[in-house]
């Protein structure tokens, strides 16, 4: 996820290019707006037959590496 965190650390660790390297390319790093978009549609009346449940947003990448 881009998040001001993941900045910060970039920026600490010194080498950005390393910190790269270490960064998956796949699934692509996640945005706090396609997080949102999960939280707005929870709120909405349209999940409101949804309880119960954890929802994982990684891109997927839990399934790439064999979690899920």
Do not use: K
């Not at 790269?20 to 349209?46: K, M, Y």
């Amino acid at each position: 996820m881009e998040t001001m965190l993941r900045a910060t650390a970039q920026t600490r660790l010194g080498d950005a290019a390393r910190w790269q390297e270490l960064i998956p390319t796949s699934p692509p790093v996640g945005t706090p707006e396609q997080c949102a978009d999960l939280v707005a549609f929870l709120a909405s009346e349209r999940a409101s037959h949804i309880s119960g449940t954890i929802i994982t947003i990684d891109g997927g990448a839990a399934h790439y590496a064999g979690v899920l």
